[in-house]
């Protein structure tokens, strides 16, 4: 009996010290996201705002990861209850496949619901994420997103060179041109760009004609067989799902051709390259575009970004409740709160990404000189800055009726308050940051490729091998010293960039204003 009662005690005590430990880890909400992509200063607000509407403390633990995969793994495996992580698109779709989401509740009761902030371009482009019958929106919620093309200094490469992936194979580059080393960035766009080349070539499509975007696309084009009920010639969208062996072999045939021309296979070392000059052309992401072109213009070196004419890639990273969460009700909250309007303009600040939250106070953020206009109580400056603004917009505004919408789905109108009205489908922005809707055509977003990721990552594998000459190997060395040796300056840039942004943003002005840039 006295045994019979120990073992009751223990039991007892250990259920006491479980209950105990769920009830802490309740007051505890673990994000899982990439370096470098978010305010962070939002962590603490975002404690402080999550009592105020639920009476409840917790604690934001927050933990970084830099490739979807190795995220991806630790969730798998169960041993990590991320209660919030931000993969991107085709990993979500891996997630939805593999059944380790929860569903997002999108009740906040009396809490503000900013989830509709969310542009419904993005919501669209998310629903046609492969969920395996699971509407993705009931799982995921946008964050930031973006293009991939092409960064280039302008010195040494024009515009319209760097409007075709022609320029990646152009000898007279040899030495100077770094790949983003992300297999699915590059598969992707080098897919289009054979296959455009070979039914140029065949004459099936025009000397500068481009595939179609969709099956809608090919209809208004001709370019359609209604008997069979499908396009006459590969649409872009449709590529991002073949990752068949003939596809394989045939990227990894012209990226061979590319490779005695590429410097080197950067993961994350080619904004320093180039912003030094040391490199002139780089297939790299739209954010990290607009890193480089900052710092280079501190140091006198000018670049700028393009997304080539014959198509490219669309990607989204989105916020997810993995299936092993331990505080969901906190993460729902998390997720809700970064589509708060100013939490989005402040992202976007600090990170140099740009938010899917496509609100009035976002766009009048984004656009400099709304900004100035707001910021000023001088009627007559406000009028000057209308003048300027309209007089800019007629040779460099910005398409962006797709993106920013009102309530009725069409293309957001609003009064600056004293009669000035500004139109979603012409503005002034950064068209790097929002891409026109001209080059949003051209694009498509990305989905995993199940099995047959294996057989593409061998080919990249294969096609990489060892590609860094001696002095950029080198320059990477120094590179990377540097890097630690200025991690005690790593804070003080990031207020110091915030800082400054709106400096930058009427030196970006200025220079529309002194020279046209067309999309």
Not at 255 to 273: Q, T
Not at 466 to 473: F, K
Not at 495 to 506: C, E, G, P, T
């Amino acid at each position: 009996m006295k045994r019979f009662l120990h073992i009751l005690l223990a039991l007892t005590t250990l259920l006491a010290v479980s209950c105990s430990g769920d009830d802490a880890r309740k007051k505890i909400l673990k994000v899982y996201n990439w370096a470098d992509y978010i305010d962070e200063s939002l962590l603490s607000e975002f404690e402080e705002w999550y009592y105020e509407q639920t009476g409840e403390e917790v604690e934001v633990v927050y933990q970084l990861f830099d490739i979807n995969e190795i995220m991806l793994a630790k969730i798998e495996r169960g041993k990590e209850d991320f209660d919030v992580a931000c993969p991107s698109e085709y990993i979500i779709e891996r997630m939805l496949k593999n059944d380790l989401l929860l569903p997002i509740n999108k009740d906040f009761g009396s809490t503000p619901n900013y989830l509709g902030n969310v542009a419904p371009y993005i919501q669209n482009v998310f629903s046609q994420i492969d969920g395996s019958g699971k509407n993705p929106n009931d799982y995921a919620v946008g964050y930031m997103w973006g293009t991939t093309g092409i960064l280039f200094n302008t010195e040494n490469v024009t515009r319209e060179e760097a409007m075709s992936w022609d320029l990646m194979f152009d000898e007279r580059l040899e030495g100077k041109i770094l790949v983003k080393d992300a297999f699915r960035d590059v598969y992707s766009p080098m897919l289009v760009y054979a296959l455009t080349v070979e039914l140029r070539e065949a004459g099936v499509l025009g000397a500068e004609e481009t595939l179609p975007l969709n099956d809608a696309a090919a209809m208004e084009r001709g370019l359609y067989d209604y008997a069979k009920g499908e396009a006459t010639v590969p649409t872009i969208e449709g590529l991002m799902y073949d990752a068949s062996d003939a596809s394989i072999a045939h990227v990894e045939e012209y990226l061979k051709r590319m490779k005695r021309l590429v410097a080197g296979w950067e993961a994350d070392f080619g904004k320093e390259m180039m912003t030094q000059n040391k490199a002139w052309i780089n297939l790299m992401w739209s954010g990290d575009a607009v890193w480089a072109i900052e710092e280079a213009a501190e140091v006198g070196v000018s670049l700028d970004y393009v997304v080539p004419e014959e198509g490219s890639v669309v990607w989204f990273d989105g916020w997810v409740i993995p299936k092993y969460a331990k505080n969901p009700r906190a993460a729902r909250y998390f997720i809700n709160y970064m589509c708060a309007p100013e939490n989005a303009v402040r992202n976007m600040d600090a990170t140099g990404y740009v938010s899917v939250v496509a609100t009035e106070e976002v766009l009048r953020a984004m656009d400099p000189l709304l900004c100035a206009m707001d910021e000023t109580e001088d009627e007559a400056e406000k009028l000057a800055l209308q003048a300027e603004r309209d007089a800019l917009l007629e040779s460099d505004g910005v398409d962006l009726s797709y993106f920013f919408k009102d309530e009725a789905g069409n293309p957001l109108t609003f009064d600056m308050g004293n009669g000035y009205m500004v139109h979603a489908d012409c503005v002034y922005v950064d068209p790097i940051l929002y891409p026109d809707q001209s080059v949003i055509d051209r694009c498509a977003v990305m989905h995993d490729s199940g099995d047959r990721t294996d057989k593409m990552l061998e080919m990249w594998s294969r096609v990489k091998g060892n590609s860094l000459d001696t002095e950029m190997l080198t320059f990477i060395i120094v590179v990377f010293t540097a890097i630690f040796a200025a991690i005690a300056w790593h804070h003080f840039k990031k207020w110091r960039k915030r800082k400054l942004r709106r400096l930058r943003l009427k030196e970006f002005t200025k220079k529309m204003h002194d020279k046209g840039r067309h999309i």
